[in-house]
């Protein structure tokens, strides 16, 4: 395998994101194609290789000064296991758009693991934080 990571909009694959999130992601069922497009045009965006097939991707949405947050983690599943995730996740730490930020967050289920080996660690000040959450968006 020949990984390549880059932050080349114009090499991903918007159809195979879409399909992805579209039918087998729990955050974004449903979600409409020119909704990931839009996404995808206003974050930055990270994605793996091999050779020229995606196998990874996820986007950054950040001011690239004080704030980011991680969005769209995917490693196709059969590409899981390979440690294909760690490349992505150095990539993004490595990416100068969140360089200098003071907050960097990000929502998991299931690889909090992963993210704890680059300084993720549960919400300092949960007290503080609210949201907005309104998970039949999509429907």
């Not at 399909?19 to 994605?47: M, N």
């Amino acid at each position: 395998m020949n990984i390549e990571v880059s932050d080349d909009k114009q090499r991903l694959d918007i159809d195979k994101i879409h399909r992805f999130l579209c039918d087998h992601s729990t955050w974004a069922q449903g979600i409409s194609k020119p909704l990931v497009e839009t996404s995808i045009e206003h974050s930055v965006c990270i994605a793996a290789y091999d050779d020229e097939e995606l196998i990874a991707f996820c986007r950054i949405i950040t001011d690239c000064a004080t704030f980011a947050n991680l969005v769209d983690v995917i490693v196709w599943p059969e590409y899981q296991g390979q440690g294909i995730a760690t490349q992505l996740m150095q990539a993004v730490m490595d990416h100068p758009s969140v360089a200098d930020v003071r907050r960097f967050t990000l929502a998991t289920s299931n690889a909090h693991g992963l993210y704890e080996k680059f300084g993720f660690a549960p919400l300092h000040k949960p007290d503080t934080f609210m949201e907005r959450y309104r998970p039949d968006i999509y429907s």
